[in-house]
Nanobody, 130 residues
Framework: VQLQAFGGGSVQVGGYLRISCAAS????????MGWFRQAPGKEREFVAA????????AYGESVDGRFAISRDNAKRTVYLQMNNLKSEDTAVYYC????????????????????????WGQGTQVTVSS
C-alpha cells in the first residue's frame, strides 16, 4: 500500500484545516487507517484511527472532541478534519495503513500503536500560529 498525505498548511489558533491521505496499490489488504503526528523534539503520537469496514474510530486524548476522522471507501481516502486548532497541534502529520490480520479484534487492540501499521505516508506539515 502506498500512501500520499496532503492538505497541510499554516492556520491561526482557533482555526480549522482538513488533511487527506490517499491509499493506492494493494489497498484490499488494508483493514484500517491511522493518523499520527510528530512535533519537533517530541515522540510520534497517535491522533486518530478508522476502519474501512464499519468506520469505527478512535482518537488521541489531546484531540478528542476537536478532530474528526472519516473515510471515503470508493476513493480509498481518509480525511482528518481539525477544528479549534491550538499551537500545540503544530506537527508533521503522518497517515498509516494496517492490515491488522483482517481482524476487528486486532484493529481495536493495536490501532493506537505505531507497530500496528504496515505502511506510512511521507507526512504533511501543519503549523498553528497565534
Amino acid at each position: 500500500v502506498q500512501l500520499q498525505a496532503f492538505g497541510g498548511g499554516s492556520v491561526q489558533v482557533g482555526g480549522y484545516l482538513r488533511i487527506s491521505c490517499a491509499a493506492s496499490g494493494r489497498t484490499f489488504s488494508s483493514y484500517g487507517m491511522g493518523w499520527f503526528r510528530q512535533a519537533p523534539g517530541k515522540e510520534r503520537e497517535f491522533v486518530a484511527a478508522i476502519s474501512w469496514s464499519d468506520g469505527s474510530a478512535a482518537y488521541g486524548e489531546s484531540v478528542d472532541g476537536r478532530f474528526a476522522i472519516s473515510r471515503d471507501n470508493a476513493k480509498r481516502t481518509v480525511y482528518l478534519q481539525m477544528n479549534n486548532l491550538k499551537s500545540e497541534d503544530t506537527a508533521v502529520y503522518y497517515c498509516a495503513s494496517g492490515s491488522f490480520g483482517d481482524s476487528y479484534y486486532l484493529f481495536h487492540q493495536l490501532r493506537r500503536l505505531q507497530r500496528g501499521y504496515d505502511a506510512w505516508g511521507q507526512g504533511t506539515q501543519v503549523t498553528v500560529s497565534s
